[in-house]
């Protein structure tokens, strides 16, 4: 990760929350592997640039990280036990820091494997006693940071749920991720166990996958109901008609009053979003009744005949 993260996604130290948002927003749609494939600069780019705001995003992370810089980037890192070795080094003269920002203190060290012979442990019992090999065992037991990033699927895998297959920096087989019924632009799937590993031994964090829908060339969504429009020509408009409507489910047939106008719609109850634990929407289909192009002088013919028939639709309409 970059020793600067506020470089990382090019904004100042005093940038609001907003700011950053903002930036990780563009950055992320200019980054994201979907748009770049087989780019392993804007790749890797984009995972520093994930990593930045997960950190920066959030109001404590920041505060450590404005504090104690890199070595705060961990979520496992205790603040509490920094300040007082840091007070502690300090009071005995200070010497050996190498960390920016932190006098006096090797912050890389104090969390590494060991130190000068010593584990974690054993140097805060020797410290602080048996409270600070109960800190040290905490800090063994946390589980590693969470990882978030953004994942497009297809307007029908949201609707109707799908699994699909990611792979993961840094493990061997791809995992199978399932996409439930009814995910919605901006959700979120949560991914037990494969986020950032804990560098002291605990559980792994989860990976956090923010869905992006692609739009449908003929379904749109308002709430968990769906919406179609369905041509339909002017004899089907005036007899009545049985006609094929597509789902996300596949074709069904339904009923097309006598005399529909375009713009009237007809609803299929429980063809919309289906959500777990929830009755699912309905689709609504909106009539748009096509008049005929064809020159043929037989269609020619059979509009004039109509016409004798036809009722003055503009009424008292002015202008």
């Known amino acids: 990760m970059s020793n600067d993260l506020y470089k990382e996604l090019g904004v100042t130290r005093t940038a609001s929350a907003n700011d950053i948002k903002q930036a990780y927003r563009k950055l992320a749609s200019k980054l994201h592997p979907d748009k770049n494939p087989?780019?392993?600069?804007a790749e890797a780019r984009f995972k520093r640039v994930n990593q930045a705001y997960q950190v920066l995003s959030d109001k404590k992370r920041r505060a450590l990280y404005d504090e104690f810089g890199d070595a705060a980037l961990s979520d496992n890192f205790d603040a509490e036990q920094a300040r007082a070795y840091r007070q502690w080094t300090q009071g005995r003269g200070g010497g050996g820091g190498r960390v920016s920002g932190v006098q006096g203190v090797d912050?890389?060290?104090?969390?590494g494997a060991n130190l000068g012979g010593q584990n974690i442990g054993d140097?805060?019992?020797?410290?602080?006693?048996?409270?600070?090999?109960?800190?040290a065992s905490r800090t063994a037991s946390m589980r590693g940071s969470d990882l978030e990033s953004p994942l497009t699927i297809d307007?029908?895998?949201?609707?109707?749920?799908?699994?699909v297959s990611l792979r993961i920096e840094g493990q061997a087989e791809p995992i199978q991720v399932r996409i439930p019924p009814g995910a919605?632009?901006?959700?979120k799937v949560r991914v037990k166990g494969k986020g950032s590993p804990s560098p002291?031994?605990?559980?792994?964090?989860?990976?956090?996958?923010?869905?992006?829908?692609e739009p449908h060339p003929y379904f749109h969504m308002q709430g968990d109901d769906l919406h179609v429009d369905l041509p339909i020509t002017v004899t089907e408009a005036y007899r009545g008609a049985r006609v094929t409507v597509p789902t996300p489910e596949g074709t069904v047939t339904m009923k097309v009053p006598a005399g529909s106008q375009s713009g009237q719609s007809a609803?299929?109850?429980?063809?919309?979003?289906?959500?777990r634990g929830q009755p699912p929407g309905d689709l609504y289909v909106h009539f748009q009744v096509q008049v005929p192009t064809s020159q043929d002088k037989a269609v020619?013919?059979?509009?004039?005949?109509?016409?004798?028939?036809?009722?003055?639709?503009?009424?008292?309409?002015?202008?």
């Open 155 to 163: 307007f029908v895998s949201a609707v109707r749920g799908s699994t």
């Open 267 to 275: 609803r299929l109850r429980g063809k919309g979003m289906a959500r």
């Open 38 to 41: 087989g780019d392993a600069s």
């Open 300 to 319: 020619h013919q059979a509009m004039e005949t109509l016409s004798q028939y036809e009722q003055d639709v503009r009424g008292e309409l002015r202008f």
């Open 123 to 135: 140097l805060f019992g020797n410290l602080f006693g048996g409270a600070g090999r109960k800190r």
């Open 107 to 111: 912050l890389e060290d104090l969390f």
């Open 184 to 187: 919605k632009q901006g959700s």
């Open 200 to 213: 002291f031994g605990g559980p792994p964090g989860d990976l956090l996958l923010e869905l992006h829908v």
